[in-house]
Each structure stands twice: as structure tokens, then as C-alpha cells.
């Protein structure tokens, strides 16, 4: 070892000595043994799908889905095929590999047996078996953009520059896999989404063909969520739960049918808030900053206006309540 290599290697050793390093680790050890403990995974310490590797597949999956206007730009006709075969190809592989890590998580077993692996093999068998449907909606979601908004010039500007587009492309693959067994990848997939666009769609929520995001930022879509075709929403909507009943022990119930049906060619503006099981008549117009918690017929046209002057209806009071009855209620989307 050269002399130069020496002397940096000891002033690192200097340098962790002064911040005191060795501490630091041992007590961060002490903590995360700690929560292991508590989770009953002293041996057996979590090992997660990787957010980074879901990017790049995310990232590849796209490539192969619009291989012309998201592949490599030397691509041409006679190479088109090759590259979108070998980009699936890496991507598939990279995300078997993702989901076993996450079926062996949830197994709780501290060895992963051939039952997993043949079921994470399934998963993304079926998974890839979907790939030419989701690209079908998503030509449809990127018509709707192109047909709803007057700044748009082309298809193709649609879907490389808009964040809506870019959020329901992460949402119809996470979909997929949310049903087909893999709900964490899928979360976390979605979730790369939020943070690059600010739009918040879980994946277990069910969007039909032709959707459109305006704008986007501030969008929640919750989990229960049904949206129809043809629907177009604007910046802040929120799709949300109106309240969060528990059981006889106080521990939230999960999984009950919680969010907004949206019925087809319903159009949402800027800033509306739409909480709980209700039902949105098709073609209706929910104007910017409704605040809304009872079901509308189709063809309504619903304005703030109206909310601050209209009575409320009979059975939204019961509806309301029943809700101060059960001591239980909020705005949280998930």
C-alpha cells in the first residue's frame, strides 16, 4: 500500500475518532435491535423491495410501453423490436427479484421456499401478460389529455411533459400489481410518483379509460376510490374518507369501502374536496373549492355557491348524524 494511501486512511481514522463514530453506531445498533424486537424480527431483520431498483424498472417498463418517444433516441424500425424486448426482458427480471423480496417480507418466514418464489414467478408472468392493455389505457388517458387541453400541441409533447400523464402511467403498472398480489411494490411505485409529481394515487383505486389530470399537484385519489371514463380532474382535488369507524377495541377497520364513486364524464375543478361513499352522477360538474359529502345525480352542476345556499337534504342530515353518533370522523385521504 502507497504511503499517500496510509496517511488518508488516517486522517479518516482521526476524523471518525473526533466525531465520535463508534458511538453513534452502537447506539444506533442498540435502537434498531430494539425495534426489532418489538417486531418480533430480531432474527429475522426485514428485507424491503428497493426503492431505487423500482425506479429504473418503472423507468424501463415505460421505455418498452412508448419504446419511439421514452426508449433511446438512435432507435429506429429495424432495431424497435429488439429494444423493446431486451428492455422488457431486464426490467421483468429486475422485478421478480423485487417481488420475491417483498412475498418473502410478508411470508414472516426467515427462509423463502419454492411455493414463493413459484407465486412471485406467477405474478409477474401475469403481470407482463397485462402490459399491452395498459398501454392501450394509456393511449386513451393521453388522448383525453391532448382532446382537454387547449395548450396541448401534440399527443407527444402529453406524454413527456405532463406530470398527470407521468402519475397515471405509475398508477395503471402499480394497479396491476396491487391485484395481483404485490400491494407493497405497487405502493411504493406509486408513492415515486407523489414525490415527482405531487399527485397521490393509491394503487388499489379503480380508474376506467380516457382519465385526465390537469395540472395535477395536490391530487388525492384514496384507495377505494372508483372512477368511471372519461373523467377529468384539476389541481387539489381531493378523493377522500369522511370518517374512519373502528371495532370494539379501538383499532381502525381497514379495507372497508371508504372513498368517492365517480360515475363516467364527470369533470372535478381546482381545489374541490369530495369525502366518503358518496356517488357522483354521470356528467356532472364539481365547480373549484366544493366541499362535498352526499351523492349528486348525474347531470348535476354543483357550484360553491350552491353549497352555501341550498338546504341541506333530509338524508344527508341522518347521514350526518349517525356520523357525530359513532364519536368518529376526519378528512384523511387514505
Known amino acids: 500500500?502507497?504511503?499517500?494511501?496510509?496517511?488518508?486512511?488516517?486522517?479518516?481514522?482521526?476524523?471518525?475518532?473526533?466525531?465520535?463514530?463508534?458511538?453513534?453506531?452502537?447506539?444506533?445498533?442498540?435502537?434498531?435491535?430494539?425495534?426489532?424486537?418489538?417486531?418480533?424480527?430480531?432474527?429475522?431483520?426485514?428485507?424491503?423491495?428497493?426503492?431505487?431498483?423500482?425506479?429504473?424498472?418503472?423507468?424501463?417498463?415505460?421505455?418498452?410501453?412508448?419504446?419511439?418517444?421514452?426508449?433511446?433516441?438512435?432507435?429506429?424500425?429495424?432495431?424497435?423490436?429488439?429494444?423493446?424486448?431486451?428492455?422488457?426482458d431486464v426490467a421483468l427480471r429486475d422485478l421478480l427479484a423485487q417481488v420475491k423480496l417483498e412475498l418473502h417480507f410478508s411470508s414472516g418466514l426467515?427462509?423463502?421456499?419454492?411455493?414463493?418464489?413459484?407465486?412471485?414467478?406467477?405474478?409477474?408472468?401475469?403481470?407482463?401478460?397485462?402490459?399491452?392493455?395498459?398501454?392501450?389505457?394509456?393511449?386513451?388517458?393521453?388522448?383525453?389529455?391532448?382532446?382537454?387541453?387547449?395548450?396541448?400541441?401534440?399527443?407527444?409533447?402529453?406524454?413527456?411533459?405532463?406530470?398527470?400523464?407521468?402519475?397515471?402511467?405509475?398508477?395503471?403498472?402499480?394497479?396491476?400489481?396491487?391485484?395481483?398480489?404485490?400491494?407493497?411494490?405497487?405502493?411504493?411505485?406509486?408513492?415515486?410518483?407523489?414525490?415527482?409529481?405531487?399527485?397521490d394515487i393509491h394503487p388499489g383505486a379503480k380508474i376506467g379509460a380516457s382519465f385526465f389530470i390537469d395540472h395535477g399537484t395536490g391530487v388525492v385519489i384514496g384507495e377505494t376510490s372508483i372512477i368511471g371514463q372519461h373523467v377529468r380532474l384539476y389541481q387539489a382535488v381531493t378523493l377522500g374518507a369522511k370518517r374512519f369507524p373502528t371495532d370494539e377495541f379501538g383499532a381502525l377497520i381497514k379495507g372497508n369501502e371508504r372513498h368517492p364513486i365517480v360515475e363516467d364524464d364527470v369533470v372535478i375543478y381546482a381545489g374541490a374536496t369530495i369525502l366518503g361513499r358518496v356517488v357522483i352522477g354521470r356528467g356532472s360538474v364539481i365547480g373549484g373549492n366544493v366541499w362535498l359529502t352526499r351523492s349528486v345525480p348525474a347531470g348535476s352542476n354543483i357550484s360553491q355557491a350552491q353549497m352555501l345556499n341550498s338546504p341541506l337534504e333530509p338524508v344527508y342530515l341522518a347521514q350526518q348524524d349517525a356520523v357525530k353518533g359513532s364519536g368518529s370522523s376526519g378528512t384523511i385521504s387514505h
Open 1 to 88: 500500500m502507497s504511503q499517500t494511501k496510509l496517511q488518508s486512511r488516517s486522517k479518516n481514522s482521526k476524523k471518525a475518532q473526533q466525531l465520535n463514530i463508534a458511538q453513534i453506531v452502537s447506539e444506533l445498533r442498540d435502537v434498531r435491535l430494539a425495534s426489532l424486537d418489538n417486531r418480533k424480527r430480531r432474527d429475522n431483520p426485514p428485507k424491503l423491495p428497493s426503492r431505487k431498483s423500482l425506479i429504473k424498472i418503472v423507468e424501463g417498463l415505460s421505455a418498452a410501453l412508448f419504446p419511439n418517444r421514452l426508449g433511446t433516441p438512435d432507435i429506429n424500425d429495424e432495431g424497435i423490436d429488439y429494444f423493446v424486448g431486451h428492455t422488457l
Open 110 to 199: 426467515e427462509v423463502m421456499t419454492d411455493k414463493l418464489r413459484e407465486k412471485a414467478v406467477h405474478i409477474v408472468q401475469q403481470f407482463a401478460h397485462q402490459l399491452p392493455a395498459i398501454r392501450s389505457l394509456l393511449d386513451s388517458d393521453i388522448r383525453a389529455a391532448f382532446e382537454g387541453d387547449p395548450a396541448a400541441k401534440t399527443a407527444d409533447e402529453v406524454l413527456v411533459c405532463y406530470p398527470g400523464i407521468q402519475a397515471i402511467t405509475h398508477y395503471r403498472l402499480a394497479h396491476v400489481l396491487f391485484t395481483l398480489g404485490a400491494p407493497l411494490i405497487a405502493r411504493i411505485i406509486s408513492e415515486i410518483a407523489h414525490s415527482d409529481t405531487g399527485i
